[in-house]
């Protein structure tokens, strides 16, 4: 998956820096360095307990933010493959279980490329498609297997149906709920306060501590973009990818004659 840092990312951590070096140089100009001497042994400590506090507080939020993005990431894959399977499966089938199945696979693959996944990005669903996805899985509710192959792929079909349909369910909480307002308001609160701490160090060169202050809040403002980064795996600079879809397409279309399509895989002409 390719990405750029987005001016928007960029924007984030510089305006955290200049307000971080703001802070800072306000706390210089409003208390007095003999002051800010005196309490030095109050203030480092202080500084670590809440600095610690902080980041583990921030770590835990940012390590939970990926792992939603990577389960978001597994689940559409194994969506899209159960999409391909119950496609694949279907061609066991008479008429017209078979053809009602497979045209609803295609109309499901191309409902999720051209109009969920933008929806996503605004943290709403498509009600059309989630209307195929319930056919589908109620498709075979009048056919009863006679053939042996039948019976083998009818409980196969019934299954991934069942897996598709939650795996929907598992995206729709995705899109829908990201990192809660609750937690933001704590990393923003905390951040503030941490760069607070720092301010009430007296260092007698200025510029060694707005120096030290701008990493602190580099680093602070780094790890705040992740967390908005993974925490909407379908919105933002960084989403999931709607390729596992659009490969399911090229599959429902023949496109691949071998079978499916993978990353890394390409077609070759032999020499």
Not at 118 to 136: C, F, I, Q, W
Not at 232 to 259: C, W
Request: charged residues 20%.
């Amino acid at each position: 998956m390719d990405y750029n840092l987005s001016i928007g990312g960029i924007g984030l951590v510089l305006g955290g820096i200049l307000v971080a070096l703001a802070m800072v140089a306000a706390m210089r100009r409003l208390i007095a360095a003999e002051v800010l001497r005196a309490a030095h042994d109050a203030t480092g400590n202080m500084l670590a307990v809440v600095g610690t506090l902080y980041a583990v507080l921030l770590g835990l939020i940012v390590v939970d933010a990926m792992v939603r993005f990577e389960r978001a990431m597994d689940e559409v894959q194994q969506e899209s493959n159960s999409l391909a399977d119950i496609f694949l499966l279907a061609d066991r089938f008479p008429e017209p279980q078979r053809s009602r199945i497979q045209n609803l696979c295609r109309t499901y693959a191309q409902q999720v490329v051209d109009v969920e996944w933008p929806l996503m990005a605004r943290g709403k669903m498509s009600v059309e498609a989630r209307r195929t996805g319930l056919a589908l899985a109620k498709a075979l509710d009048d056919f009863e297997p006679v053939t042996e192959a039948q019976k083998i792929v009818f409980p196969l079909v019934l299954e991934q149906s069942r897996q598709l349909w939650d795996l929907r369910r598992d995206r729709s909480n995705a899109v829908q709920f990201g990192i809660p307002a609750v937690e933001w308001v704590a990393l923003i609160v905390g951040a503030g306060v941490v760069v607070f701490f720092v301010g009430l160090f007296s260092v007698d060169h200025a510029g060694l501590q707005l120096l030290l202050t701008g990493l602190s809040a580099l680093v602070i403002g780094l790890n705040l973009y992740l967390v908005s980064l993974f925490g909407y795996p379908f919105a933002g600079d960084l989403t999931v990818s709607k390729r596992p879809f659009a490969l399911d397409i090229g599959i429902f279309e023949g496109a691949f004659q071998a079978g499916p399509a993978h990353a890394g895989e390409a077609h070759a002409t032999p020499p």
